[in-house]
């Protein structure tokens, strides 16, 4: 299993970018995506997930409203598309995977099996 996170980047307060995690090895549709994402000094944390089957969408509170995560399943790719961006989304963003993750684990990170490289997206102020 492959996750290969892209699209970080530098952006000012307020601008936008798209993610991607490109899958392989996996059906994603199979599996639980998530994204977390890592500031310097802080704790990995939980950003979004979609579900695997139906692919209902998990968001944390902090990024509601101004992110959503989304998948093609025929390009075995997830998306996390983050507008409005803010300082404090400064971060290493990471894709994660799992096929048993229960709906309540959902956010823990320790709950993944599978992870990507991470990729840095940096909004100046």
């Known amino acids: 299993v492959q996750l290969q996170a892209s699209g970080g980047g530098l952006v000012q307060t307020g601008g936008s970018l798209r993610l991607s995690c490109a899958a392989s090895?996996?059906?994603?549709?199979?599996?639980?995506m998530a994204w977390f994402r890592q500031a310097t000094g802080k704790e990995r944390e939980f950003v979004a997930a979609?579900?695997?089957?139906?692919?209902?969408?998990i968001l944390a509170d902090s990024v509601k409203g101004r992110f959503t995560v989304s998948r093609d399943n025929a390009k075995h790719t997830v998306y996390l598309q983050m507008n409005s961006l803010q300082p404090g989304d400064t971060a290493v963003y990471y894709c994660?995977?799992?096929?048993?993750?229960?709906?309540?684990?959902?956010?823990?990170?320790?709950?993944?099996?599978?992870w990507g490289q991470g990729t840095l997206v940096t909004v100046s102020s």
């Open positions: 994660a995977a799992d096929k048993q993750i229960i709906l309540s684990s959902s956010r823990d990170p320790n709950a993944y099996d599978y």
């Open positions: 090895g996996i059906t994603i549709r199979e599996y639980t």
């Open positions: 979609i579900r695997r089957g139906g692919g209902a969408t």
